[in-house]
């Protein structure tokens, strides 16, 4: 009995692999604005932490320039 489950097993190891193409997709546009609303306030915590990385990046640009001209 055992020796059936084996040869199922490599049956299933051995089968190739099968490629799958989607060709079109039917989508209701308020379901797809209803994406694109998620996704955009899904970007926003990562837009704040860019922002914020970016500002401490100018500030301390800016602090090294002021200390380079002034001495």
Known sequence: MD???DNKTDKNRNEAVQH???TDITLPFGS???L???MAVAALPAMMILAA???MLVGLL???LVQMLIG
């Open 3 to 5: 020796n059936n489950n």
């Open 20 to 22: 799958v193409v989607v």
């Open 62 to 64: 800016y602090h090294l």
């Open 53 to 55: 990385a970016t500002a």
């Open 32 to 34: 797809l604005v209803a």
């Open 36 to 38: 694109m609303v998620k």
